[in-house]
């Protein structure tokens, strides 16, 4: 009863750790496919606030949204 117990916590604990580490690949494949951000959506934005930016300040934005991931 007791070892049973413990097979079922154990197993349990051993599938957390490998869906958590799956779960992590994935996403930072869909992440790396599908930026959050891209530089034309930098230059749309920065456009709508009245600013024309310029490729080294759209750099400097992509390096700092990228910092961040």
């Given amino acids: 009863m007791l070892h049973d117990i413990l097979l079922l916590v154990v197993g349990l604990l051993i599938g957390l750790v490998i869906g958590f580490f799956v779960a992590r690949f994935v996403m930072k494949k ?14 749309a934005l920065m456009s709508q606030m ?20």
Avoid at 30 to 43: A, G, R, T, W
Avoid at 51 to 60: F, L, V
């Fill in 50 to 69: 009245g600013r024309k930016p310029n490729q080294k300040q759209i750099n400097q934005m992509m390096k700092s949204m990228e910092k961040y991931q």
């Fill in 30 to 43: 869909y992440l790396k496919k599908n930026p959050p951000i891209n530089e034309d959506m930098i230059k």
